[in-house]
T-cell receptor
Framework: SQQGEEDPQALSIQEGENATMNCSYKTSINNLQWYRQNSGRGLVHLILIRSNEREKHSGRLRVTLDTSKKSSSLLITASRAADTASYFCATGGSNYKLTFGKGTLLTVNP | SAVISQKPSRDICQRGTSLTIQCQVDSQVTMMFWYRQQPGQSLTLIATANQGSEATYESGFVIDKFPISRPNLTFSTLTVSNMSPEDSSIYLC??????????????FGPGTRLTVT
């Protein structure tokens, strides 16, 4: 069964606005990762946050992790049309296996 | 990160036939994985491709349907056997990241889009 559940399923914003996507999961994790997928192509790794971390930044991306609530959020600041894609969270264990959520389809309108 | 290629990028196959998908990495990696993404869905792990031994399959996936080879540390194949329209999906291989800061990250190939008619 799917471990992560993204919220919302779809998000439409204007260029320049911030986009926030949430992910909830059910069991204990070693890490949580966010990926981007453009139009059904390969996945691009965005950021990994470990279970002992609470916040991580990478460029315009900010990820938070709350292990007590079993949830994570991905914030994309100053969004661009090129950010239009599907975003997936994936929970990982020490065995390297990933369990993916259902994804959020982000549309950034010019 | 590793550069990963997959062949073919897409194919249209008739039911009852089999298709072998290749995954090539530009560096030696220990862990290689195969995922399936059904239309409009998320990714599901099929199996871990182990070098020198049989693949380790996830619940719901069996070797007879999805035989996997891993002859060396840079190459793997996934075969989708006796295909039916329900096998229409994107199939992706992935590899683990480098040790240290990138440990546990996974890098994905561009995927193989399979349509079964």
């Amino acid at each position: 069964s799917q471990q992560g559940e993204e919220d919302p399923q779809a998000l439409s914003i204007q260029e320049g606005e911030n986009a926030t996507m949430n992910c909830s999961y059910k069991t204990s994790i070693n890490n949580l990762q966010w990926y981007r997928q453009n139009s059904g192509r390969g996945l691009v790794h965005l950021i990994l946050i470990r279970s002992n971390e609470r916040e991580k930044h990478s460029g315009r991306l900010r990820v938070t992790l709350d292990t007590s609530k079993k949830s994570s959020s991905l914030l994309i600041t100053a969004s661009r049309a090129a950010d239009t894609a599907s975003y997936f969270c994936a929970t990982g264990g020490s065995n390297y296996k990933l369990t993916f959520g259902k994804g959020t389809l982000l549309t950034v309108n010019p | 990160s590793a550069v990963i290629s997959q062949k073919p990028s897409r194919d249209i196959c008739q039911r009852g036939t089999s298709l072998t998908i290749q995954c090539q990495v530009d560096s030696q990696v220990t862990m290689m994985f195969w995922y399936r993404q059904q239309p409009g869905q998320s990714l599901t792990l099929i199996a871990t491709a182990n070098q020198g031994s049989e693949a380790t399959y996830e619940s719901g996936f069996v070797i007879d349907k999805f035989p996997i080879s891993r002859p060396n540390l840079t190459f793997s194949t996934l075969t989708v056997s006796n295909m039916s329209p329900e096998d229409s999906s994107i199939y992706l291989c992935s590899v683990e990241g480098l040790a240290g800061d990138h440990q546990y990250e996974q890098y994905f190939g561009p995927g193989t889009r399979l349509t079964v008619t």
